[in-house]
């Protein structure tokens, strides 16, 4: 062993190892912690603060880590527009002034923007302090709703110049399946489902250490997984057990594994119960302990449109503004069948045009139109995840009005305490409130895909351990997600600056007992469509239920009319589907991030009490967590 040298004085002289003999001897001055440096300064450890330092000249004194963008005149200091927004959303500190760094533009007041554009951000746990958790609804003043109709950063259309935006958005588009790679997910999937990995290795037991628990399970797991290619493909089988050796066939569990994540971001609601284990089991591998046991690293980086292209230096695919054509969703509502066929045939020469342009060695046509259709995949995703959004968004601004309410039916005020309600809205509030929730679930839907793969990219790191801890909810592994929650904020403050203020809390709970990881914050956000589409459907089919004379007699004697039906159900959805009735207390949700979409689902958990139930069953309502 190196003994490593301490300072005594100016002369360095060589320490005491480290060991059980030094430890249990009686000179404990010359033993030295390997923790300390050379020179004799104590390392700096995870739960210790060290030397503060000076943020890189050009870049945000707050995060430094991102490029500065505004001075604050009376502070003195540069920021980046999120983390000035959050230092100055209150007290004194919103009547500073700030101006542009790069001189361009006049000096503005900010006792107004930055309420406006409120974001708050940690790099680990996100829980704000008592003070800064309170609600903001007492500088709420009123609002204008912001140009919201159209997403930030949406796909350009036919015909126009695309620039950059496929080339960015493909980097984060996992490449869709082949029929091989397919008959491998079976594979992998059957495996999880028999596998009892969480149960043995979440728990608080005795018996054979953590790590040891983990590699047997994973041993385990891969053993069946041979068995299965075995049972199904004799040849290939028998290759994996030619040496008997999980390390020498490390590269094709690793390509499982793969697959598998690939697919569950494709298709959110596949594997849902079986992704769990998978990316849990991952996590567990990333740990030092457990790799030098297992011989072998099970994971590898997701293969995306942009990798896959960026290998053979093709990425001028992306720029191309046929690309447009061959990647767009054809719609069928309200067209007819040739105008369908005409968009069809006009796709697919776009695909073979951009296959033989781009062809060349090692990337044949059938890998370039892989890569085409996985961009459509995105867009089929956008469609059934984002669009209902939008389409609520479009309902809350057709049938009631952003300020007043004509009568009490078209009125969306709410009060604390009253049908399950824990906030006090009035009309206008309450509008605005749902407006800026909706915007910002369109937002983060419109993102998803980057999300989740910085989600990956937290929960797979090797530096950031996670806690197995009773959340109330049963056992969890809570663990940090700085790079999730940095992309959450940005999203979050590019939501405030659309929608022009924001109202109640913009605290975003994650790393904590209502968030423990970036899986459940995954899951969470991934549900909104199957909150919002079946809402859409019913209000969608409602004209031609009524087309029938006995059930447009029966909308009329109970609601009036179809345009009341439709308020009514809207008006509901909008009152106590955002009541703030996410939690128990105001800190744990309320009007938080997370707790808006909890009181959503809170909402369709009655929804057979509702009296307008059976227009939905109507309309083929089999539940929130159908198929539609």
Known sequence: MTETPSVVGDTPVPSAAFNLETILSNNHEAIEHPGTLGNGVSAVGWDEEG?????????????EDQPAQLLCETCSDAYCEVCFAAQHRKGTRKQHKSKPLSGQGKTKSTKSASADEAATREDSMDIEEDGADESDDEEWKGITPGPTSEVIGAQPAAGVKVGEWFVERAKYIPLRL????????RLLEAALNVSEYTDKIDTIGFGLSKAKRIVQQIRELCAIMSGLLLAADYKQ?????????FESNAEFYQSIFELGRRHKIMNPDKMRTTYGKLIYLLQDSQSHDVKDLLNFSCVRPIKTVYSVLEEYHATDLLRDDLITAATKEIYSEGRSRRDIQKDIKSKERAIETLAARYEREGLSQENLRQCLYSIGDNHAFLRANRDPCERMISYLKEY???TQAKDSKSSLAIRSGRDGARLSHDHGKQYAYVLQSLTLWREILHDMFHLWSLAEQDLLAENVPYRLRDTGQGLNRVQASPKTSRMMHNILHKAQRSVGTWIGSSVIHMGDHNVPNALMFIDKYTQIYRILLPICNTLS??????????????????FGSTENLMRDILGDFF??????????????????????????????????KKRYFHVFLLAGFVGFDGEW
Request: net charge negative.
């Open 575 to 608: 009152r106590h589907g955002f009541d703030g009735s996410g939690a128990d207390n105001f800190f744990d949700a309320g009007s938080c991030i997370d707790g808006r979409l909890t009181s959503a689902w809170n909402w369709c958990a009655t929804i057979e």
């Open 237 to 245: 089988g028998q290759e994996l057990f030619t040496d008997r050796d």
């Open 400 to 402: 009631f009005h952003p």
């Open 178 to 185: 082949t029929l091989v790679e397919r008959k491998y997910l």
């Open 541 to 558: 089919q409602i004209p031609s239920i009524a087309a029938k004379p006995a059930l447009r007699s029966y909308i009329d004697d109970e």
């Open 51 to 63: 030397a503060e330092t000076q943020a890189a000249e050009g870049y945000c004194v707050e995060c």
